[in-house]
């Protein structure tokens, strides 16, 4: 007689076919998901009645025309890029410090045009902007 308790083996579980599905679950999932921008929103932006500020002393006024020209303190620049910005800063700076950059732009404008006026500001390391705005008609 075999008294001896039979040998019992530990169970294991297998993972491979866990993993293998959750793989397949997981390549289904990216490619049936759409991924939309929503770049379409319809925004309307808040207008503020505030009180005209007060002339700012030191500061230069880049202005920024519906076509996407510049001008720095009135006058006309040639080139519309960001070289071209940051040479004409840098000739009206001489040297100041704490100057205000304002920028004037045209309602119409194209928001690159706006965009490239801040990197030409970063560019000389001035912190200090402002955009100059007009009262609107409802108030």
């Given at each position: 007689m075999n008294f001896q308790r039979p040998r019992t083996e530990d169970p294991e579980?297998?993972?491979i076919p866990l993993i293998d599905v959750l793989l397949v679950v997981?390549?289904?999932?990216m490619i049936t998901t759409t991924y939309s921008k929503y770049t379409?929103?319809?925004?309307?932006?808040?207008t503020a009645n505030a009180?005209?500020?007060?002339?700012l002393p030191d500061s230069i006024v880049v202005g920024v025309t519906a076509d996407g020209s510049y001008s720095v303190d009135g006058s006309l620049l040639h080139g519309r890029?960001?070289?071209?910005?940051?040479?004409a800063l840098r000739g009206v700076l001489h040297g100041r410090g704490g100057v205000t950059l304002v920028i004037s732009a045209d309602a119409q404008s194209t928001?690159?045009?706006?965009?490239n006026?801040?990197?030409?500001?970063?560019?000389?390391?001035?912190?200090?902007l402002t955009f100059a705005t007009q009262?609107?008609?409802a108030s």
């Open positions: 579980i297998n993972l997981l390549i289904f999932l379409e929103l319809k925004i309307q932006l808040p009180p005209p500020a007060q002339h890029d960001v070289p071209a910005l940051v040479q928001q690159q045009s706006v965009v006026v801040m990197e030409a500001a970063r560019l000389l390391g001035l912190s200090r009262r609107s008609d």
